[in-house]
């Protein structure tokens, strides 16, 4: 080791990890609720999920959680999920210039359901 720190681009994940899987069909299913701005919230480390508002001041084009629902949530989120009206699955270089790594990213298309999980 040269004692660099190697930092990887986010990868796709191909497989929805169990803890996404036990709450993934009702986040799309909110997330088909509403098309025209993204949604967006957080897979706590016991499985379940919350919604969370986006005070974003662009929310058809981007997201930002409430501060005080963000706060204590923050040690036990695994997952950020968030919805792309655009339909785009990929991370938006906002979703990269702000991403925490030590969390994995669920994107999901309102208009189809469907979804892609990225991780570092």
Do not use: K
Request: charged share 25%; net charge neutral.
């Amino acid at each position: 080791m040269d004692g660099v720190r190697r930092t990887e681009g986010p990868r796709e994940v191909l497989s929805v990890s169990h803890l996404i899987n036990s709450c993934l069909g009702a986040i799309v299913c909110l997330a088909r609720t509403i098309r025209d701005v993204e949604l967006c919230g957080v897979v706590l480390a016991d499985g379940s999920w919350r919604q969370l508002r986006n005070v974003s001041s662009q929310p058809a084009t981007s997201y930002e959680f409430d501060s005080d629902e963000w706060r204590p949530l923050a040690g036990v989120a695994r997952v950020i999920w968030h919805t792309h009206p655009s339909g785009d699955l990929r991370l938006s270089p906002t979703d990269l210039r702000w991403a925490d790594r030590r969390l994995d990213y669920l994107i999901i298309c309102p208009h189809t359901g469907d979804y892609r999980l990225w991780t570092w």
